[in-house]
């Protein structure tokens, strides 16, 4: 899909401006460090049954309700601030995926303790050696052999609500795979 920039797009990145701005700015692009991959996975599980407009549009509301996620913040989070997040408007009010996110913080730090690099090492240890080019929406898999194997991973690690789907969700997020579609402007770019 061309854009009136005239600059062709993946059709999901088209409109409104927060999705195409995502689409020209950080999706695919690879993410690295532990809070910024925190924040990827917190966001992908709570996107979970929603559109990702949804959570895009909340992600303002989400960083400051999460201090930044801040992974050692988040993990000490106790009943108050689960009470807190619970009655935010500005985000999505989930007691499972709130919970979700503190469990995946610890986990987060735990990660520190068992592995060499930590979570940055783990979830990079599942990016495939490469990707085919998707020339349509329907090309771009919902899961993937290494989606699957990076959730069971995740799990093995105490990680919740990381499924083969969130984590493809993730890993497209985060640059591991390029799903941009065959004449995209981003396509290869990453």
């Known amino acids: 899909m061309v854009g009136e920039d005239g600059l062709a797009r993946c059709s999901w990145g088209a409109a409104p401006d927060v999705y195409r701005e995502y689409h020209d700015t950080e999706w695919a692009v ?3 460090g532990e809070r910024a991959l925190f924040e ?5 599980a709570f996107q979970s049954g929603l559109s990702w407009l949804t959570i895009l549009r909340k992600r303002p509301a989400f960083r400051h309700a999460f201090d930044g996620f801040d992974p050692e913040r988040v993990a000490r989070y106790g009943d108050g601030d ?4 619970l009655s935010d408007a500005g985000i999505v009010r989930n007691r499972a995926k709130v919970d979700a996110a503190v469990t995946n913080a610890r986990a987060v730090l735990e990660l ?5 690099g930590g979570l940055d090492a783990l979830f990079w240890s599942h990016a495939p050696a490469g990707s085919p080019v998707p020339k349509t ?8 052999t290494e989606s699957v194997a990076l959730a ?10 990381v499924g083969p789907t969130t984590a493809y969700a993730a890993m ?8 941009h579609l065959a004449g995209c402007h981003r396509r290869g770019l990453a």
């Open 30 to 32: 690879p993410v690295h």
């Open 40 to 44: 990827r996975i917190t966001l992908e």
């Open 152 to 161: 069971r991973s995740l799990k093995r690690h105490g990680f919740v609500f």
């Open 82 to 85: 689960r009470a807190r997040l």
């Open 112 to 116: 520190r303790e068992r592995v060499d």
């Open 137 to 144: 929406m329907g090309d771009v898999p919902p899961t993937t």
């Open 172 to 179: 497209q997020a985060c640059g591991l795979v390029d799903d």
